[in-house]
């Protein structure tokens, strides 16, 4: 199978291209040289390549960000996307799809909540949110026109190379710097009674992987630890790893009310047999050493 991927050079892009090949997949990488707003310019690169695959990475992937941007967000998350998925139907029409969207498309709920399942209504509240969730409903309408399109509602996932503008990863750069002597015991923080549903970016790339197989069903899924993790035990945790012991600032930029976001992957389990398998223990201890390495160069 040849899979085409857009945003190959971004994290979760990097690390996707040689697995795909160590899957025995043909992997072609694309990224900025491939403007998906652009209509000629996508339908240029799938005629060019006729992939029986694309996995639609290429986004604005912060939350900060899409709100200092959002005209630049709709333009990548939603524009992007559209463009892309009606560039495979008019030159690849037979090719899988895999849109990459966001468990920020639901709305954070209170503690007691139950994981959120596939039938939960999307609520977005960010500019990144609601262009991933305006992509995944325009796909939902391209499918009834027979595209061959998954939709993906990825929870937090990281792993080293992971920028330091998501929370584990700033954590582990702040812990890193603090060990390293180069800030002081100090770490700035925003709401640590939050609880989110982390997974280590190889166990997504297992979920991408197997939802290329033409036996799972169309449709729309979570890919989720199913775990509820607070914000503040992910702190506690690097904090161990690291041996170091910061005082602990709150940082108001960095305040959100404090919410719940778990997700319900039994879907994806029933379709395909995936599950996570990297314990979360062993995903800060990456993130830290990652951090360590960058910052003593």
């Not at 339908?43 to 639609?56: F, G, K």
């Not at 640590?192 to 982390?198: A, G, T, Y």
């Not at 199913?226 to 602990?248: Q, Y």
């Not at 778990?262 to 996570?276: E, F, I, Q, Y």
Request: glycine letters at 6%.
């Amino acid at each position: 199978m040849r899979v085409f991927v857009t945003g190959a050079s971004g994290f979760v892009g990097r690390r996707l291209m040689p697995r795909l090949l160590e899957e025995g997949f043909e992997a072609i990488g694309a990224d900025r040289e491939v403007d998906v707003t652009r209509p000629e310019a996508v339908r240029r690169a799938l005629r060019t390549h006729a992939p029986d695959a694309v996995i639609h990475l290429a986004a604005m992937s912060s939350v900060a960000r899409s709100w200092e941007q959002p005209e630049l967000c709709y333009r990548l998350n939603f524009l992007g996307s559209r463009t892309l998925l009606r560039g495979v139907l008019e030159t690849c029409p037979g090719a899988r799809v895999l849109l990459v969207g966001s468990a920020d498309e639901y709305a954070a709920a209170h503690p007691q909540a139950r994981p959120f399942d596939e039938s939960t209504p999307l609520r977005p509240r960010s500019p990144y949110a609601r262009s991933k969730a305006a992509a995944e409903v325009l796909a939902a309408r391209l499918a009834v026109e027979g595209l061959d399109v998954i939709r993906i509602r990825a929870f937090n996932h990281t792993g080293a190379g992971q920028s330091d503008q998501f929370v584990a990863s700033s954590f582990a750069r702040q812990l890193a710097a603090i060990a390293l002597g180069h800030r002081p015991a100090q770490m700035r923080v925003g709401n640590l009674d939050s609880v989110r549903d982390f997974l280590h970016v190889n166990d997504v790339l297992d979920a991408y992987c197997a939802l290329l197989d033409p036996a799972a069903p169309v449709g729309v899924y979570n890919v989720a630890s199913e775990r509820a993790v607070p914000i503040r035990s992910v702190l506690d945790e690097l904090i161990t790893i690291s041996g170091v012991e910061p005082r602990i600032e709150i940082d108001p930029a960095r305040w959100r009310e404090t919410d719940w976001l778990v997700g319900d992957a039994s879907k994806l389990r029933r379709a395909t047999g995936w599950r996570p398998r990297i314990p979360l223990e062993s995903l800060l201890e990456e993130l830290y050493r990652y951090w360590l390495r960058v910052d003593a160069e």
